[in-house]
């Protein structure tokens, strides 16, 4: 039978039901992953920022490239979080130090898969970063500067939009890695394409339902991002259970 058909597709609604489940079921626990999560991750992140002690070209380009490696090195603080989330939606015995699993088992492949992703996301978003360095903005409202502004935001929403769906094809990767830890990367790639043929879109419909919930978190000024955070990482950990089930009765 061909593999891209699909014998029993959850509803996209259906998926992010059983989350809400997941979630309710457990009420305390993924609010601590989460706030440790973003606690290093924004700390880390903050101490990079402070390096930037010029606005010389020179020096942004290297806050660039630095900030990409730490971003890559944070790839294992993300891979363990998706294994939490995945072993919580599964039931199965989904403690706190599955945040992290990464640095114990393959690190080297999570980091190898972080550079790739991380990796897109910078090549995509150099058109935005090159012209905001030559062509900085302001706060003078003058027709220059609002130019500037323009295609400068221009840019850079085109890079992310870009980057955002070339990295579809790898939103399995972390969580294949997370299940096999003696795969090696490559083949995992392989399994992740595998895994989005036919769901690629069922994807990005999935995370355009989730837009409404992303809003909400941001009209909380962020507080409410240790509820939704939970939420929406364990419907990603269901929407990846789904295709597995889905491919393996195909």
């Known amino acids: 039978m061909n593999d891209t058909v699909s014998i029993s597709k959850t509803r996209l609604s259906d998926i992010r039901g059983l989350a809400r489940e997941t979630v309710l079921n457990n009420p305390y626990a993924p609010v601590l992953v989460t706030l440790v999560f973003y606690v290093f991750k924004f700390g880390v992140s903050a101490c990079v920022g402070s390096m930037l002690i010029s606005e010389a070209i020179w ?126 990367l490559s083949k995992a790639i392989r399994m992740s394409f595998w895994l989005m043929k036919g769901n690629y879109m069922r994807y990005v419909g999935l995370c355009i339902s989730l837009l409404p919930v992303l809003f909400l978190g941001i009209l909380s000024l962020g507080i409410a991002f240790l509820w939704i955070s939970p939420l929406i990482q364990s419907t990603y950990a269901h929407f990846y259970l789904d295709i597995v089930k889905q491919k393996q009765q195909a």
């Open 59 to 184: 020096a942004q380009v290297i806050l660039k490239i630095i900030s990409f490696v730490v971003n890559v090195m944070l790839g294992l603080m993300v891979a363990g979080r998706i294994r939490y989330f995945t072993l919580l939606s599964e039931n199965e015995n989904a403690t706190f130090a599955s945040l992290f699993s990464a640095f114990r088992k393959g690190p080297d492949r999570i980091i190898k898969a972080s550079f790739i992703l991380q990796g897109i996301y910078f090549l995509c978003s150099l058109p935005g970063f090159v012209y905001s360095v030559f062509y900085p903005v302001t706060t003078e409202f003058t027709p220059e500067n609002n130019m500037h502004m323009t295609v400068a935001f221009s840019l850079i929403a085109a890079g992310y939009l870009a980057a955002f769906l070339i990295s579809v094809s790898f939103m399995p990767l972390y969580y294949i890695l997370g299940d096999y830890v003696n795969m090696p």
